[in-house]
């Protein structure tokens, strides 16, 4: 991949995820804020010290975010880390922009519509971010790391996380705003789903280049998974080569595109979706490089 192409896959992920940065905050402060819903993760601790401290979600999102980022550090590859900062960063601007914008969504008090246009709102906003490779830091950082050290899935890391958040929530809502908010987290985990085509399933990916050695080397360098060679034989050339697969999160793909291109622009990838993925670095702990 030229610098060029490089620069330019850069700036399109960064450029998708200060969107989806808008679009959640938007929800949060027009939606959710508005209408007295919570929140899950860090974002929902924001808003708990907002109630009860008057503090903006706009400030308590990054000094939160700082101690998780230095956390991080030893986890997070140098790209990761750098998304990570950002989305943190354009997250906490547009909770800023949006509080000082007179937008305001009648929904003549129907809880329910506003539960699910918060869902909508969260979840395309968060699966914007995650396809471009980008976090806005948070239990988003502790689930990752999480994943490296301990082999559980992202998924089930922020389920736990939530449930502690939204319980904590009940000392300023009441059963009724409760249960409305565990709606929009419910559509906020399928709208995650549908724009990411399954961000926390296992994927797998077929690649068949000449420079398949390579590749190889810096999948297994740069990720901690495994590859397996497996014999082809082109239909048309009739030509013996090594095919490569390797089973991944769903999260790291766009990573491992990158990681194809670079070696291989011409490279044939096909991406399939794995049900259920057995062995180390899925149910148990990822390999960690010395």
Not at 68 to 91: C, D, E, N, P, Q
Not at 196 to 212: I, R
Request: proline share 2%.
């Amino acid at each position: 991949m030229t610098q060029k192409t490089n620069l330019t896959t850069t700036l399109r992920d960064l450029i998708a995820i200060a969107i989806g940065c808008a679009i959640y905050a938007f929800g949060l402060i027009t939606i959710n804020i508005q209408n007295h819903l919570a929140e899950g993760g860090l974002t929902g601790i924001t808003l708990i010290v907002r109630y009860w401290l008057h503090i903006d979600p706009a400030y308590t999102t990054l000094i939160l975010n700082i101690p998780l980022v230095i956390l991080g550090y030893k986890f997070l590859g140098k790209r990761a880390l750098a998304y990570t900062i950002y989305g943190t960063v354009m997250m906490s601007v547009f909770l800023w922009i949006w509080q000082r914008v007179p937008v305001t969504i009648n929904l003549n008090h129907d809880i329910f519509i506003a539960a699910l246009l918060a869902g909508l709102c969260g979840g395309f906003g968060s699966g914007i971010i995650y396809r471009y490779g980008g976090t806005t830091g948070g239990s988003d950082v502790i689930a990752r790391i999480i994943e490296k050290r301990r082999g559980v899935q992202m998924g089930r890391s922020l389920l736990i996380f939530d449930i502690f958040v939204l319980t904590a929530s009940l000392s300023y809502l009441d059963i009724e705003h409760m249960m409305y908010t565990l709606i929009a987290s419910y559509v906020f985990s399928r709208v995650v789903n549908f724009t990411l085509e399954g961000t926390y399933a296992a994927k797998g990916l077929l690649v068949v280049s000449d420079h398949y050695q390579k590749i190889a080397d810096q999948i297994m360098s740069q990720t901690g998974r495994g590859v397996t060679f497996l014999h082809a034989e082109g239909g048309y050339s009739h030509q013996s080569r090594q095919m490569i697969y390797c089973v991944v999160s769903a999260s790291e793909v766009a990573h491992l595109k990158r990681i194809i291109e670079h070696q291989d622009p011409k490279a044939f990838i096909s991406i399939i979706d794995v049900h259920e993925a057995l062995g180390e670095g899925f149910t148990y702990e990822t390999p960690t490089k010395d």
